[in-house]
């Protein structure tokens, strides 16, 4: 299967898991993940020298383009609760924790009824 016949889903409360291996392996087919990967660098000075300055552009262009990527693929109505952010690195993280805390909260809530279930019959299973 060819990368180009592999569709990114928009991201939705059911699909986070799929849409971050998705996304992830987009972003790394098209060489867009090394902001990912690694921490800014420093912000070129006069003092900088051209592997410096070529460093920083490189993660800037990174950042820039996978932020882009990734809010183009997320629901309108997720995207709003989600906090902005400068960093793709920073951004993914906010996205996994709006998820994490909505994955613990639903499992609070289906735990809740199974152990609040009542038998209401008396029939064989």
């Not at 992830?24 to 087919?29: D, E, N, P, Y």
């Not at 420093?42 to 262009?61: C, G, M, N």
């Amino acid at each position: 299967m060819l990368l180009s016949d592999m569709k990114v889903p928009l991201l939705s409360s059911e699909n986070f898991k799929k849409w971050k291996e998705v996304v992830l392996l987009h972003l790394g087919c098209l060489d867009l993940d090394y902001a990912l990967r690694k921490e800014m660098p420093p912000e070129p000075t006069e003092e900088s020298t051209p592997a410096e300055i070529a460093l920083y552009e490189r993660w800037e262009k990174s950042n820039r383009l996978s932020m882009m990527f990734i809010k183009t693929h997320i629901m309108g109505s997720i995207r709003g609760s989600i906090p902005d952010c400068e960093n793709v690195k920073d951004y993914m993280d906010a996205i996994d924790a709006q998820f994490e805390s909505s994955d613990k909260a639903l499992g609070s809530t289906l735990m809740s009824r199974l152990t609040s279930m009542r038998l209401t019959g008396i029939k064989g299973v």
